[in-house]
């Protein structure tokens, strides 16, 4: 949900797409863990901190009403849990297509 949000396919280095899918799995990892204990270290790719936590705010910004939603509602968070499998399911069986997953 959150890499879908906020990569957009107008990253035009490699690095811009790797920072902001780190961020996302950071955020991922922190909001399903009981505490932020989780090292930043892996997480960064870029010189600059407050670029990551720019990104950060960002995405909490953005997605927290959803990602909040995925405790508070279990049909949601089932949406959201099939649409992820399917995603990895697609990815394995479309290796050559140039569509992003939950393209139709």
Known sequence: MLV???V???ETKEAELQAAVLTCLYLS???MGNEISYPLKPFLVED????????????V???????????AE????TEIFTELKACG????????????CGAA
């Open 48 to 59: 600059s901190k407050d670029k990551f936590w720019d990104r950060c705010l960002l995405i």
């Open 61 to 71: 910004n953005r997605l927290s009403s959803n990602m909040l939603r995925i405790n």
């Open 8 to 10: 957009d396919g107008e």
């Open 89 to 100: 399911m697609n990815t394995s069986a479309n290796a050559g297509s140039n569509l992003p």
């Open 4 to 6: 879908r949000e906020l």
């Open 29 to 31: 990892y922190s909001y």
């Open 74 to 77: 279990p049909g949601f968070f």
